[in-house]
């Protein structure tokens, strides 16, 4: 009898072992934008190119963070290539507004200081998410728009390219597309989300002092006028990080994710109702947004390391790495 009590008591032990997480001692989570992304319309050659961007940005950050570096500096890196990567809608490949120019939207948040920075509209700061982390860092305002944000990112020593630097043949096509389908249409539905090509891209991270950090980075809605703004650069709908919950990057149709303040309604639901990180994004993700007709994804990392990444669109290009070496890159809901 005490025998069976040793190796129950054995057992027991070793399923507690056994189940115990590892908390990781940094964690990066990026993404390259959620939507209407149809297995039927990709080729294995786009899927692979796509796969490698998000792999390069995973691993720029990555390095950084192995080598003891800032959940800031990791954002950053991880950001600026892929607003260097003309396959997804931030930087250089960015989506065109109606007139056919690039505008550009970004912002970024420290955990750590709660201090945060944003611009919008710039048409020539060739790495936007740079200009908002020096908003953050060296001014004492939060959010700069169009001319005066460009004059500020050369004051800081950001480079400056012209507006042509940005625009590529496919994003050329597909407003014309799009602007051609407009035409055609009698009575457009302005709450169809098929009818703007969209995408963003976006990192956080958790660092191994325990600290967070979040970006985003868009080019905005296909076709957009009006000096239209989406959530990508608004603290609190589009990004928002804080030590003492998560760090949140979203994606999606912008509209819905300001009405809704996404990003800090991931951190509220945390901190004020002690919901886990994952009930919280996928409750306003799968449950909140949908009959409203939002749509749309997130990525995010809490305080202990713990990642999610839901989306209520086909597709969202994804990828995330852990300390522990887990990682993992994926488009479709797999
Ligand atoms: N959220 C972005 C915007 O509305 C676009 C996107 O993420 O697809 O500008």
């Given at each position: 009898m005490r025998y069976l009590y040793l190796v129950l008591a054995i057992a027991g032990l070793a399923g507690v072992l056994a189940t115990r997480r590892i908390r990781p001692d940094y964690v990066l989570v990026i993404h390259g934008g959620a939507g209407a992304i149809s297995r039927a319309a990709m080729t294995p050659e786009k899927e692979t190119a796509y796969r490698a961007g998000l792999q390069e940005a995973l691993d720029a950050g990555r390095t950084i963070l192995a080598a003891g570096g800032t959940a800031e500096d990791a954002v950053e890196a991880s950001i600026r290539l892929l607003e260097d990567?003309?396959?997804?809608?931030?930087?250089?490949g960015a989506v065109l507004t109606h007139e056919g120019t690039a505008e550009l939207d970004a912002s970024f948040m420290s955990g750590r200081t709660g201090m945060a920075g944003a611009v919008a509209?710039?048409?020539?700061?060739?790495h936007p998410i740079a200009a908002a982390r020096r908003v953050m860092e060296n001014s004492e305002h939060v959010m700069l728009t169009g001319a005066g944000a460009e004059a500020f990112s050369a004051a800081q020593g950001l480079e400056i390219v012209s507006n042509r630097f940005f625009i590529t043949e496919d994003r050329t096509r597909q407003l014309r597309e799009v602007q051609a389908a407009e035409k055609q249409q009698?009575?457009?539905?302005?709450?169809?989300?098929?009818r703007h090509k969209r995408g963003t891209v976006g990192a956080v991270a958790l660092d191994k002092h325990g600290n967070l950090a979040a970006g985003t980075s868009t080019g905005g809605?296909?076709?957009?006028?009006?000096?239209r703004v989406g959530d990508a650069p608004i603290i609190g709908a589009g990004t928002y990080a804080d030590n003492a919950t998560c760090a949140v990057s979203c994606t999606g149709h912008g509209e819905y994710f300001i009405r809704n303040v996404v990003a800090y309604d991931v951190a509220a639901r945390m901190r004020y109702?002690?919901?886990?990180l994952t009930t919280a994004a996928e409750e306003i993700i799968h449950q909140k947004l949908p009959p409203l007709g939002g749509t749309g994804g997130l990525i995010a990392v809490d305080k202990e390391g713990h990642i999610t990444m839901p989306f209520n669109t086909e597709g969202m290009y994804r990828a995330f790495v852990t300390s522990t070496g887990e990682t993992r890159v994926a488009i479709y809901q797999d």
């Open positions: 990567n003309p396959l997804f809608n931030a930087g250089r509209g710039v048409k020539t700061v060739r009698t009575t457009p539905d302005p709450r169809d989300p098929a809605m296909t076709n957009k006028r009006y000096g109702g002690h919901t886990s």
